[in-house]
Each structure stands twice: as structure tokens, then as C-alpha cells.
């Protein structure tokens, strides 16, 4: 028995429906079921990751993706797994922008950024996987190893 209520339950129906869609290649749909998620329940955090993520990796919409982050983040800013989300694609977007500048977006910022949430990441002691991940990550952009 589950005691999530039928929004939340919708909304997390709608965020399934996104990733299957998204693994048959249909991101445009894929994004439309992440945002039916975020109507339904506006702090849903994990819709507001995905919004983000595949904002800024499938459709190069970096500052509308890191803007979803942001709001996943503001709905659940002790989540280690979001921080490592939010790490990663500050890095992504961050080497992006080194290759191909973009106004208003500062590769350098970005990059800062990125340390900070992986940083978050590990003091909020995720599971071994992403704990190593982000230490990986880590060590990448500040170039030295990280214990």
C-alpha cells in the first residue's frame, strides 16, 4: 500500500510514460509527459530533472534545461543523486560552451558550478555508485584526484 496521493501517482505515471517514450527515440513526447508531470505536482523533483537533463542533452537547450534543474533542485536540495544530475550537466554544458561559446552562458561559471553540486553530492554520502561517479567527475574538473 502506497501512500502517495493520486496527483503524485499521476505525475509519476506521466514521468514512466517519458522515459518510454524516450527510449523509443520520441523525445519531443518524451518531454511533453515531463512537463504533464510538473502540472500535476509542481515539486515533483524528479520531472523537473529529467525536463533538464534532456532539455540540455537531447536538445541543446541549455539555459531552458539548467533552468528545470534549478527548480528540481529548489524542490529537493539534499537528494544526492539530483546533485550529481546537476553536476554532470553543469560539466556538460560547460564543455559545450568551450567548443561552441553561446551568449549569457560562462563555461568557466559552469564549470564552478559543477564542483559545487558534485561536492554537494558527496557530503550528502550517496550510494557507492554515484558516490564514485561524482569523485570521477570531480577529479576531471578540478584535475586532481579526490579521496
Not at 18 to 43: F, K, S, V
Not at 73 to 96: K, N
Given at each position: 500500500?502506497?501512500?502517495?496521493?493520486?496527483?503524485?501517482?499521476?505525475?509519476?505515471?506521466?514521468?514512466?510514460?517519458?522515459?518510454?517514450?524516450?527510449?523509443?527515440?520520441?523525445?519531443?513526447?518524451?518531454?511533453?509527459?515531463?512537463?504533464?508531470?510538473?502540472?500535476?505536482?509542481?515539486?515533483?523533483?524528479d520531472a523537473h530533472s529529467y525536463l533538464g537533463s534532456t532539455l540540455i542533452t537531447r536538445k541543446g537547450r541549455f539555459a531552458d534545461g539548467l533552468e528545470a534543474l534549478a527548480q528540481?533542485?529548489?524542490?529537493?536540495?539534499?537528494?544526492?543523486?539530483?546533485?550529481?544530475?546537476?553536476?554532470?550537466?553543469?560539466?556538460?554544458?560547460?564543455?559545450?560552451?568551450s567548443r561552441r561559446p553561446r551568449p549569457g552562458l560562462d563555461p568557466d561559471e559552469l564549470y564552478q558550478r559543477a564542483e559545487g553540486h558534485l561536492r554537494r553530492c558527496l557530503e550528502l554520502r550517496p550510494d557507492a555508485k554515484i558516490r564514485?561517479?561524482?569523485?570521477?567527475?570531480?577529479?576531471?574538473?578540478?584535475k586532481e584526484d579526490v579521496e
Open positions: 500500500m502506497t501512500d502517495e496521493t493520486p496527483v503524485l501517482q499521476s505525475a509519476r505515471d506521466s514521468l514512466k510514460a517519458a522515459m518510454a517514450l524516450h527510449t523509443q527515440g520520441n523525445i519531443d513526447g518524451a518531454l511533453a509527459e515531463a512537463r504533464n508531470a510538473i502540472e500535476a505536482a509542481p515539486d515533483f523533483s528540481a533542485e529548489a524542490a529537493s536540495p539534499d537528494d544526492p543523486t539530483l546533485q550529481y544530475t546537476l553536476g554532470w550537466c553543469c560539466e556538460f554544458v560547460a564543455h559545450r560552451l564514485d561517479d561524482a569523485k570521477d567527475l570531480l577529479a576531471t574538473i578540478i
